[in-house]
């Protein structure tokens, strides 16, 4: 690949196949710790520690690699079995699909300003993600409508800038509306991404 995805600190499930004792499929929240050609040292939870016999070397698992451009998806076996909290996953280049479209969302109520005909617009998100963000608004919006936004990630930073449009994806609450980005710069989108690693990080801590 001329520009690898897959970095330290990115968020992965790991899917495993458990049969029928605990469900057909469960999924493992788990981050890169280490990254390298063709595997991954990634964090293993406590939370986890019953699934650890389904996860012996060899064992064939999907990996969902929740990247900066989108979702990587890699069909990987496991090389080192979980132990002292780390596991190490190996993988074929030639098996991964990029959903470019799927990102990781978090809820995140933060200043959102889009830049209209009549002047700029300050409003709330409700959750943010690396494809768009939800937000909560009393003025009317047509469906698909283009505008320009700036999005606060971080206090003291420089604001996100994007061009996206304005759907309406829940009739049911007529005061919320999606903002999905069409051009967004890789920096800028990192800086999104990383913020919603680092909410879903502080969120399991809490848990």
Same mark, same amino acid.
């Given at each position: ?49 019953? %699934?650890?016999?389904? *996860?012996? $070397? =060899? ?5 969902? !690699?929740?990247?900066?451009? +989108?979702? @990587? ?38 200043? %959102?300003?889009?830049? *209209?005909? $009549? =002047? ?5 998100? !409700?959750?943010?993600?690396? +494809?768009? @963000? ?74």
């Amino acid at each position: 690949m001329a520009q690898n995805p897959i970095r330290k600190g990115l968020k992965v499930q790991v899917e495993i196949d458990t049969g029928s004792v605990i469900g057909s499929r469960s999924r493992i929240d788990c981050y890169i710790i280490e990254p390298d050609l063709d595997r991954l040292t990634v964090s293993f939870p406590e939370s986890a520690e019953e %699934l650890i016999p389904y *996860l012996s $070397e =060899g064992s064939e698992i999907k990996a969902f !690699i929740y990247t900066f451009t +989108g979702i @990587v998806i890699i069909d990987s076996i496991v090389y080192d079995a979980p132990f002292d909290g780390r596991m190490v996953i190996e993988f074929n280049e030639e098996h991964q699909i990029i959903q470019r479209r799927k990102y990781l969302r978090m809820p995140y109520i933060t200043d %959102l300003y889009l830049q *209209l005909e $009549e =002047g700029n617009l300050r409003t709330d998100t !409700i959750d943010v993600g690396g +494809g768009g @963000v939800r937000f909560v608004c009393e003025k009317h919006f047509s469906n698909e409508m283009k505008v320009k936004a700036q999005l606060r990630i971080n206090k003291f930073e420089p604001m996100v800038k994007v061009d996206g449009i304005i759907l309406k994806k829940n009739f049911y609450k007529p005061n919320e509306y999606v903002l999905e980005f069409m051009q967004i710069t890789e920096t800028d989108r990192d800086k999104v991404v990383k913020k919603c690693i680092e909410l879903e990080r502080e969120q399991n801590k809490t848990n």
